[in-house]
Nanobody, 117 residues
Framework: QVQLVESGGGLVQAGDSLRLSCAAS????????MSWYRQVLGKERELVAG???????TYADSVRGRFTISRDNAKNTVFLEMNALKPEDTAVYYC???????????WGQGTQVTVSS
């Protein structure tokens, strides 16, 4: 069964930085694009960033220039470096396979990011 384990969230102040990690297992990680999503309670989950196997990336307009997605295929891990955080970045962050849409029906527990003003 596919496993996705997100970590690295926390409570920070506006302008601070965080680095999220997602450890993936039980599928051929290096053969899949990977993406980060976020969800606020009561709202739909939205795409934050994606990275192809080639390294090509895509970002939501709201995070472009502040967030950076990267991957380490040797460790089956995808990262999200988040800089200049804003209160509106507050959400639970999830990862999944796929570039702009999620491939797996299974989601991890997510990691909570809370940005105070």
């Amino acid at each position: 069964q596919v496993q996705l384990v997100e970590s690295g969230g926390g409570l920070v102040q506006a302008g601070d930085s965080l680095r999220l990690s997602c450890a993936a297992s039980n599928f051929g990680f290096s053969n899949y694009a990977m993406s980060w999503y976020r969800q606020v309670l009561g709202k739909e989950r939205e795409l934050v960033a994606g990275i192809r196997t080639t390294g090509r990336t895509t970002y939501a307009d709201s995070v472009r220039g502040r967030f950076t997605i990267s991957r380490d295929n040797a460790k089956n891990t995808v990262f999200l470096e988040m800089n200049a955080l804003k209160p509106e970045d507050t959400a639970v962050y999830y990862c999944n396979a796929g570039f702009t849409y999620p491939i797996w029906d299974t989601w991890g527990q997510g990691t909570q990011v809370t940005v105070s003003s």
